[in-house]
Nanobody, 124 residues
Framework: EVQLVESGGGLVQPGGSLRLSCTASGFTFSSYAMSWVRQAPEKGLEWVSSLQHSTGSSTAYTDSVKGRFTISRDNAKNTLFLQMNSLIPGDTAVYYC????????????????WGKGTLVTVSS
């Protein structure tokens, strides 16, 4: 059974940092692309970032987080990370860890498994 469990969310002041983690199980973690997707209060889902399988050297970010967020993976620990710096109130959302159905994100592949999410609140 595929499981994705997020952690690391919480309350942080504007300008602060948080590091989200996602522990994966039930599949060969290193073989699949992964993403972070967020949902702000009373808004729809927003894709945040993706990285490819294996080394994760190919990454992509939505424009609003470029230069502030960094996605990475530790295949030995089956863990996906999202380092979030210079946080702003607009980053307040539930952040979901997502598995792709392929080694590469985009193209004909789809997101096939989601975690339950972790809440990030940016407020003074």
């Amino acid at each position: 059974e595929v499981q994705l469990v997020e952690s690391g969310g919480g309350l942080v002041q504007p300008g602060g940092s948080l590091r989200l983690s996602c522990t994966a199980s039930g599949f060969t973690f290193s073989s699949y692309a992964m993403s972070w997707v967020r949902q702000a209060p009373e808004k729809g889902l927003e894709w945040v970032s993706s990285l490819q399988h294996s080394t994760g050297s190919s990454t992509a970010y939505t424009d609003s987080v470029k230069g502030r967020f960094t996605i990475s993976r530790d295949n030995a620990k089956n863990t996906l990370f999202l380092q979030m710096n210079s946080l702003i109130p607009g980053d307040t959302a539930v952040y979901y860890c997502v598995k792709w159905s392929s080694a590469w994100y985009g193209g004909g592949a789809g997101m096939d498994y989601w975690g339950k999410g972790t809440l990030v609140t940016v407020s003074s």
